[in-house]
């Protein structure tokens, strides 16, 4: 039986393309760049690269990029458009789980849920950042956006999510969070490419901040910055607060 997110992502990438939630790829790729010096030599992993947004963003600026995601749909999507803007960008299938690279790549990116806190365990979500972590090459630069926990002590989910959704894209309803476990159970109702409505029992984690440093420290990061994650507009300045929905980390080995 199909997890969840792999039920998700089927047959949804164009639908994916006009969600809210991906409308801020050229500030965030300018904060990628800002944090990569600028250097053009350097080699990328995208991590969950879905429609390959940022991959996309990226190598039209002149990096090399290596698109990683688990869903055929979303894969077939990232390469249909890059097709049409004439680029040659390494797409390729695999669970973050189960990454095939050691010491490749001089940065990685997993933006946008790109499957950490998806999992269904903890130990699952710890398995990505270990793999995405053997594939940095030593002083690689992972940076990454996860669901910030301090958020849920404070809002309510769902009325964040029903207010930055537009008539014809996913909705969220019945949000219960755990806050022995930090994970949230909810119910998301979507229409994929071909018309078909679908609602879907997801379980997303949570981390708080200490958390999220405790694990990459474990992992031998030397240097972790977290920092709120405002839509297209990442920044060093935006300090992470309870209002940021997701948060940012730069982390480096």
């Known amino acids: 039986m199909k997890k969840w997110y792999e039920s998700l992502f089927e047959n949804y990438g164009q639908k994916y393309d006009k969600e809210c939630f991906v409308q801020g790829t050229i500030g965030e790729c300018d904060f990628i760049e800002q944090e990569l010096a600028y250097d053009k030599s350097l080699k990328i992993i995208d991590v969950g690269c879905g429609t390959g947004r940022h991959?996309?963003?990226?190598?039209?600026?002149?990096?090399?990029?290596?698109?990683?995601?688990?869903?055929?749909?979303?894969?077939?999507?990232?390469?249909?458009?890059?097709?049409?803007?004439?680029?040659?960008?390494?797409?390729?299938?695999?669970?973050?789980?189960?990454?095939?690279?050691?010491?490749?790549?001089?940065?990685?990116?997993?933006?946008?849920?790109?499957?950490?806190?998806?999992?269904?365990?903890?130990?699952?979500?710890?398995?990505?950042?270990?793999?995405?972590?053997?594939?940095?090459?030593?002083?690689?630069?992972?940076?990454?956006?996860?669901?910030?926990?301090?958020?849920?002590?404070?809002?309510?989910?769902?009325?964040?999510?029903?207010?930055?959704?537009?008539?014809?894209?996913?909705?969220?309803?019945?949000?219960?969070?755990?806050?022995?476990?930090?994970?949230?159970?909810?119910?998301?109702?979507?229409?994929?490419?071909?018309?078909?409505?679908?609602?879907?029992?997801c379980d997303e984690r949570y981390y708080m901040p200490s958390e999220i440093t405790w694990l990459l420290k474990t992992l031998g990061y030397k240097k972790i910055d977290i920092l709120g994650a405002k839509l297209g507009a990442f920044s060093r300045k935006d300090k992470l607060t309870a209002d940021d929905f997701e948060m940012l980390v730069v982390a480096e080995k």
């Not at 219960?176 to 930090?182: G, K, N, S, V």
């Open 55 to 201: 991959s996309i963003e990226l190598t039209k600026r002149g990096y090399h990029i290596t698109g990683i995601d688990l869903s055929d749909s979303q894969l077939a999507r990232a390469r249909e458009k890059a097709k049409q803007f004439n680029l040659k960008i390494d797409f390729q299938k695999h669970d973050a789980r189960h990454l095939p690279f050691d010491g490749e790549f001089d940065a990685a990116i997993m933006l946008c849920e790109g499957g950490f806190p998806l999992m269904e365990t903890d130990e699952m979500n710890f398995e990505i950042l270990k793999n995405v972590t053997r594939a940095l090459k030593n002083k690689g630069k992972l940076i990454f956006t996860t669901l910030n926990g301090l958020f849920q002590l404070y809002h309510s989910v769902e009325k964040f999510c029903g207010s930055a959704s537009e008539q014809d894209g996913a909705t969220y309803k019945s949000s219960t969070f755990d806050l022995m476990t930090l994970r949230d159970h909810n119910v998301t109702v979507f229409e994929d490419d071909a018309g078909n409505k679908k609602e879907l029992e």
